[in-house]
């Protein structure tokens, strides 16, 4: 029997239309035509357009292509795979270079809905690299993008559009270097969009390597990129409900001074994200922003990533490695987990949550290492109905801030904590082991076998500026050594103030050279009656 491979969409053979600036005749592999216009003049929509480098140059090649339904635009210099009802059929690299094109006047290539680009080198082009106004699925892969847009209007170097129903970009094996405004822009209405970038390299660009606008249902994902000696990394803005995953990236000499090299801006939701396995580092501005402006549901998984030596930009604790930002708006429920990172030598916090509220936070906290940074370890400046805090076997050393904290002022009506096997030591700048300045109604602390030692503050210290509640406090076989109570607190061990009512335990803990001038324990408060001290 003779199976025929032919095209699965269309159940028609495939036709390839060839291009090579050497030669002067009819698109065919013996004589291919010398231009792209004769190629696209020629051409119907379902095509393969392959070309040729021939003499290197882009002569014939410089006044770009708009391609139909369909096509392939695919170079020489790269192999390709081509799909048909017999499987996948492997064409190999024809030529050792891949062919050369521009547009002098306007966009090198402008795309219709689907199309699939491969093996090309595009460069210097007036307007767009690669436009797609009517995007529905697009490939783009194995290409290097340079320079394109005129210099006194700045430009997008990839720009794809997506309206339709739904949308897909794939983005895969890219080389793209100075870019005068975004190396990939995605602006996207479509009810339901689907993005990958991977294994691609961003570099030299003048505002952000990724940026991505969602107005619906979006999956993003970016994995395995390299992105450097730019002014700005990633940033993806989300309308709708929303999946990220942000993996195995390098982000450095990212030099914005109030720009994130990893940023995610949320309006409604809910959101998935996960950050995981990336190298983030010498940026000028911390490392990640979470940006989650009303948001109904978060879910953010932070794990494993190397966060070190970032400078903190124009700001102090909104420069942190790592800030949550609810930009004054209320977060229904958020789920932050950050584990197995390792974050230091930043000149700001490891973590930093401020400006908005939370009607149910969950945060837990293991395996990290955060030392030596400028700032303190994890610290939150939300208000919240609930806050359920964990942080389990972290290594918090050396800083210059409180290694956990929750602000004075702030109003956590109930906070539920779990504080386990910790090494939180050698934290200067008047730093506490673990502090709770907020107000509230109800502090529940179970804080057990952790090392805090050499620390200037207090050791384990709670104190509002008004009151909170009710406190309740299991603190057991804690080592406690040497902290020094420079913050002139009641005592350099166990703090415990300003409570209405308290019960709990503190057993079986070791403390030994404290502040001499006070205490190791001390439980009272003036808003009781009486005063209890």
């Not at 090579?20 to 291919?32: A, F």
């Not at 450095?252 to 995981?276: H, L, M, Q, R, V």
Request: negative net charge; glycine residues 8%; proline residues 3%.
């Amino acid at each position: 029997q003779n199976n025929v491979a032919i095209d699965p969409t269309t159940n028609e053979p495939f036709y390839f239309v060839f291009v090579d600036n050497t030669s002067n005749s009819l698109g065919t592999y013996e004589s291919p035509y010398p231009t792209l216009n004769l190629a696209e003049v020629n051409s119907k929509a379902g095509d393969i357009i392959y070309i040729f480098p021939g003499d290197g140059t882009t002569t014939g090649m410089d006044s770009g292509i708009v391609l139909k339904a369909n096509q392939k635009l695919w170079g020489s210099g790269t192999p390709h795979a081509l799909q048909t009802t017999q499987g996948a059929i492997a064409i190999p690299a024809l030529t050792s270079t891949m062919p050369s094109i521009t547009n002098l006047t306007g966009s090198a290539i402008t795309l219709d809905g689907i199309n699939d680009i491969s093996g090309l080198k595009i460069a210097n082009c007036y307007d767009h690299a690669i436009f797609g106004p009517a995007a529905k699925n697009i490939s783009i892969s194995d290409c290097t993008v340079d320079n394109s847009g005129d210099p006194t209007y700045p430009i997008d170097q990839i720009n794809l559009i997506y309206s339709d129903t739904t949308g897909q970009a794939i983005l895969d094996r890219l080389t793209v270097t100075n870019s005068s405004l975004n190396g990939i822009f995605i602006d996207s209405s479509a009810t339901d969009m689907s993005v990958t970038i991977n294994n691609s390299t961003f570099e030299h660009g003048e505002v952000y390597g990724i940026n991505g606008n969602f107005a619906n249902q979006a999956s993003v994902t970016i994995k395995n990129n390299l992105l450097t000696n730019s002014a700005n990394g990633i940033a993806l803005n989300f309308n709708g409900p929303a999946t990220a995953l942000i993996s195995g990236n390098e982000f450095n000499a990212i030099n914005s001074i109030s720009e994130k090299p990893i940023e995610i801006i949320t309006a409604a939701g809910p959101i998935t994200a996960t950050i995981e396995n990336n190298n983030i580092h010498d940026n000028t501005c911390g490392g990640i922003l979470l940006s989650l402006n009303n948001t109904s549901d978060a879910q953010i998984n932070i794990e494993n990533n190397i966060i070190t030596n970032n400078d903190h930009g124009a700001f102090d604790h909104l420069g942190s490695a790592i800030v949550i930002y609810p930009q004054s708006t209320t977060i229904d429920n958020c789920h932050l987990v950050l584990a197995n990172n390792t974050i230091t030598d930043n000149t700001g916090d490891a973590l930093y949550s401020t400006d908005g509220s939370f009607n149910t936070l969950t945060f837990e906290a293991t395996n990290n290492t955060i030392t030596n940074n400028g700032g303190g370890g994890l610290l939150f400046n939300n208000a919240c109905d609930v806050f359920n805090f964990t942080a389990k076997n972290n290594v918090i050393s050396e800083g210059n801030d409180n290694a956990i904290l929750t602000a004075g002022g702030v109003l956590i009506d109930t906070m539920n904590v779990i504080c386990d096997n910790n090494q939180i030591t050698n934290n200067a700048h008047y730093a506490n082991g673990i502090a709770f300045s907020h107000n509230g109604t109800n502090l529940n602390m179970t804080i057990t076998n952790n090392e805090i030692s050499n620390n200037e503050g207090t050791a384990i210290f709670s104190y509002s500026g008004s009151e909170i509640t009710n406190i309740s406090a299991n603190i057991d076989n804690n080592m406690i050594q040497n902290n020094q109570n420079s913050n002139v607190n009641a005592t350099g061990g166990i703090g415990l103030e300003q409570f209405i009512n308290f019960t709990g335990a503190i057993t079986n803990n070791t403390m030994s050279g404290n502040d001499i001038s006070t205490p190791d324990l001390y439980i009272g408060s003036t808003q009781t009656t009486p005063p209890v001290a």
